[in-house]
């Protein structure tokens, strides 16, 4: 038998190892994790929904995996691609405070001047890590303290921009298109009389929006 | 391939890199650093690296590293949802007038549902956790649960800022699972009324009816 109170132990270890000293990342890990049971939610709730029709359920569970899978890629890519960016901008110096910049002008990375701080023409910013140099120990706390802010900041602005930006527009129009599917299949009317302007009647769209459990917005 | 697309994968491809030293490719790892290059580049001047000068400024960035727990991150996306959600609804031409009309008043319904539950439910789990993950000198001598109180306590040793991490990671991770069965208990039916109340009060003559049924 497992013996129940190391997998604990290792559990809780995973998680503050992982997670402890970056929040970016776990905010990431359970927003991703938070859109798949959101999803997964919304597909168990039609699957044991007795109302629908089979041939329905035939039609909706695809239908809102797709939504599903669209939602979490989004996220995924968007957001992990916007905290990348802001965490490169501060693990490699691009970004930084005036005492980190005093750290690397000291090790050589940096050249003052008299309106800031700049580099060499040839030094690649995409090759270097703060968090390699030999003397990193001086300026750590400094440093992972702006930088899991920096991280953060880019892991809420890269979620904006997916949860509330990119994702509402494609699934705007994913949806349309699925409305005028449907309801021509419904109807059993021929897909170019429902197209703009004629449009959905209101109650046609509450029936559809009513066999949907929920979907949407983030709801975990 | 658009470029955005080309630019996501492959910065994503250098955060996987980062996360777990996964790797797609060489080829792969060139492309991306590549673009990576490209992309720092074009931020700011060489000349003048940008710095973060002003004190308060420094001073927010660390309090957001240290003190945003996922709840908080929840609010400001419902926030930032409320001011950017309906206006796209608004201008979705794809579907008519009054279904538009009726997809705000939905969108807005779950945006209000979903944050307040969202928020709610992830601040009393995050608050759940750090009750049983007190160190031992926090733990009060007349405290209920005495001894269950340092049983979410790593093994490993972290600082301050690890730990409370720890906690708000621990206290998502619960929210997660709370969450799946509140999505059904609370959100859908919040969903649904006020759904129906910003449909009912914002249907064309809706104030007509009222003051009429007023007036009689």
Same mark, same amino acid.
């Given at each position: 038998?497992?013996?129940?109170?190391?997998?604990?132990?290792? +559990?809780?270890?995973?998680?503050?190892?992982?997670?402890?000293?970056?929040?970016?990342?776990?905010?990431?890990?359970?927003?991703?994790?938070?859109?798949?049971?959101?999803?997964?939610?919304?597909?168990?709730?039609?699957?044991?929904?007795?109302?629908?029709?089979?041939?329905?359920?035939?039609?909706?569970?695809?239908?809102?995996?797709?939504?599903? #899978?669209?939602?979490?890629?989004?996220?995924?890519?968007?957001?992990?691609?916007?905290?990348?960016? #802001?965490?490169?901008?501060?693990?490699?110096?691009?970004?930084?405070?005036?005492?980190?910049?005093?750290? /690397?002008?000291?090790?050589?990375?940096?050249?003052?001047?008299?309106?800031?701080? !700049?580099?060499?023409?040839?030094?690649? +910013?995409?090759?270097?890590?703060?968090?390699?140099?030999?003397? +990193?120990?001086?300026?750590?706390?400094?440093?992972?303290? +702006?930088?899991?802010?920096?991280?953060?900041?880019?892991?809420?602005?890269?979620?904006?921009?997916?949860?509330?930006?990119?994702?509402?527009?494609?699934?705007?129009? *994913?949806?349309?298109?699925?409305?005028?599917?449907?309801?021509?299949?419904?109807?059993?009317?021929?897909?170019?009389?429902?197209? *703009?302007?004629?449009?959905?009647?209101?109650?046609?769209?509450? !029936?559809? #929006?009513?066999?949907? *459990?929920?979907?949407?917005? /983030?709801?975990? | 391939?658009?470029?955005?697309?080309?630019?996501? $994968?492959?910065?994503?491809?250098?955060?996987?890199?980062?996360?777990?030293?996964?790797?797609?490719? &060489?080829?792969?790892?060139? %492309?991306?650093?590549?673009?990576? &290059?490209?992309?720092?580049?074009?931020?700011?001047?060489?000349?003048?690296?940008?710095?973060?000068?002003?004190?308060?400024?420094? $001073?927010?960035?660390?309090?957001?590293?240290? =003190?945003?727990?996922?709840?908080?991150?929840?609010? %400001?996306?419902?926030?930032?949802?409320?001011?950017?959600?309906?206006?796209?609804?608004?201008?979705?031409?794809?579907?008519?007038?009054?279904? $538009?009309?009726?997809?705000?008043? @939905?969108?807005?319904? =779950?945006?209000?549902?979903?944050?307040?539950?969202?928020?709610?439910? @992830?601040?009393?789990?995050?608050?759940?956790?750090?009750?049983?993950?007190?160190?031992?000198?926090?733990?009060?001598?007349?405290?209920?649960?005495?001894?269950? @109180?340092?049983?979410?306590?790593?093994?490993?040793?972290?600082?301050?800022?690890?730990?409370?991490?720890? =906690?708000?990671?621990?206290?998502?991770?619960?929210?997660?699972?709370?969450?799946?069965?509140?999505?059904?208990?609370?959100?859908?039916?919040?969903?649904?009324?006020?759904?129906?109340?910003?449909?009912?009060?914002?249907?064309?003559?809706?104030?007509?009816?009222?003051?009429?049924?007023?007036?009689?």
């Amino acid at each position: 038998m497992p013996n129940l109170n190391r997998i604990f132990t290792a +559990f809780k270890d995973t998680v503050a190892t992982k997670f402890g000293p970056n929040p970016a990342k776990m905010l990431i890990y359970t927003g991703v994790l938070g859109w798949f049971l959101s999803s997964a939610a919304q597909v168990m709730a039609i699957a044991v929904n007795d109302k629908i029709p089979k041939e329905q359920k035939m039609f909706l569970i695809p239908q809102e995996i797709g939504d599903g #899978a669209i939602n979490v890629l989004s996220f995924f890519l968007v957001t992990s691609s916007i905290k990348a960016l #802001a965490s490169k901008l501060a693990s490699s110096g691009k970004l930084a405070t005036p005492k980190i910049r005093q750290f /690397l002008t000291d090790s050589g990375i940096n050249i003052k001047t008299k309106n800031g701080w !700049k580099v060499l023409k040839d030094f690649d +910013f995409s090759k270097f890590n703060i968090k390699n140099m030999t003397n +990193f120990d001086q300026i750590k706390p400094e440093y992972e303290s +702006f930088k899991n802010g920096v991280d953060v900041i880019g892991m809420t602005v890269g979620s904006i921009l997916s949860c509330n930006i990119i994702t509402p527009i494609l699934r705007n129009k *994913y949806a349309a298109e699925r409305q005028q599917k449907t309801l021509a299949s419904l109807n059993k009317i021929d897909q170019e009389k429902v197209n *703009y302007p004629k449009g959905i009647s209101i109650d046609v769209y509450k !029936k559809l #929006a009513a066999m949907k *459990y929920s979907s949407g917005n /983030l709801k975990i | 391939m658009s470029v955005f697309t080309y630019l996501g $994968r492959n910065m994503a491809s250098v955060s996987l890199n980062s996360i777990g030293n996964f790797s797609f490719s &060489r080829t792969y790892d060139k %492309i991306g650093r590549k673009i990576t &290059r490209a992309v720092l580049n074009s931020i700011g001047s060489r000349e003048h690296l940008p710095t973060v000068s002003n004190p308060k400024t420094i $001073r927010a960035i660390d309090w957001i590293g240290k =003190k945003l727990s996922s709840a908080e991150n929840r609010l %400001i996306l419902g926030a930032s949802a409320l001011l950017s959600q309906p206006f796209i609804d608004a201008s979705n031409k794809e579907v008519d007038s009054e279904t $538009r009309r009726y997809s705000i008043c @939905r969108t807005v319904a =779950k945006i209000i549902a979903g944050t307040l539950t969202g928020y709610t439910i @992830r601040k009393l789990c995050i608050k759940s956790i750090d009750a049983f993950t007190k160190l031992p000198l926090e733990v009060k001598p007349d405290a209920k649960f005495k001894n269950l @109180r340092q049983m979410l306590l790593p093994s490993i040793k972290c600082t301050t800022d690890e730990l409370s991490q720890y =906690k708000n990671s621990l206290g998502t991770l619960l929210a997660l699972g709370v969450m799946v069965f509140t999505n059904f208990i609370i959100d859908a039916p919040l969903t649904k009324y006020l759904t129906n109340v910003f449909a009912g009060s914002s249907k064309p003559g809706a104030k007509k009816e009222v003051e009429n049924a007023k007036s009689k």
